[in-house]
């Protein structure tokens, strides 16, 4: 009975440098695909729902701001497992991949209409989901190199009161000065 105790002890110990609850690089990346995938799926309905009562490109906007917000939560807690919720920070630097990403689509688009006049829908479509997937795969590791590394989770709140200890003298100092 005593072994099987020993490995629980020993492979909870504290020199193993990824908690439990923060999940390996593959299985990140599966989570960031379903999170990603799935918030994407449910806006593309939500977007045609939304343009019922306002314009087509401000439901689209709306949407992508929501579904952007969500995602950067989502990823935080659950596909980077950071254990707690993004910042101002992390929403910022979320968006800003985004954002690039949004732009690696949209320039291959753009380089494959300025090399084939008009391309087929088949081809538009390739394209466009391997600049998706690239994108894809370059925004993951950003969000997990940088954005939730957890690098950032020993920042203190601001407005937090960080009391350092007093410094001391020397003995010798002390009696000397008497």
């Known amino acids: ?3 099987q105790t020993a490995d629980r002890t020993t492979s909870k110990s504290p020199s193993t440098p990824r908690s439990s609850s923060t999940p390996g690089p593959l ?3 599966v989570r960031f695909v379903v999170c990603g995938g799935g ?3 449910l806006s593309s309905f939500a977007v045609p729902l939304v343009a019922l009562t306002m314009p ?3 439901a689209n906007a709306l949407i992508t701001v929501a579904a952007t917000l969500l995602c950067t939560e989502l990823h935080a807690l659950f596909t980077f497992g950071t254990g707690r919720r993004p910042g101002l920070r992390g929403h910022l630097q979320s968006s800003g991949s985004a954002a690039a ?3 690696v689509t949209c320039g291959a688009m753009f380089l494959l209409h300025a090399v084939q006049s008009s391309p087929d829908m088949l081809t538009e479509q390739a394209v466009y989901l391997s600049a998706s997937a690239l994108a894809g795969i370059g ?8 954005v939730f590394t957890g690098a ?3 920042r203190r709140p601001y407005g937090t009161v960080v009391t350092l200890p007093r410094p001391t003298l020397p003995r010798a ?3 000397t000065a008497c």
Do not use: C, D, N, Q
């Open 1 to 3: 009975m005593e072994p």
């Open 27 to 29: 299985a990140s990346f």
């Open 39 to 41: 918030i994407g799926v």
């Open 56 to 58: 087509w490109t401000m």
């Open 101 to 103: 990403a949004y732009g």
């Open 139 to 146: 925004r993951f590791l950003v969000l997990r190199l940088f």
């Open 152 to 154: 950032h989770k020993s």
């Open 173 to 175: 100092a002390v009696s």
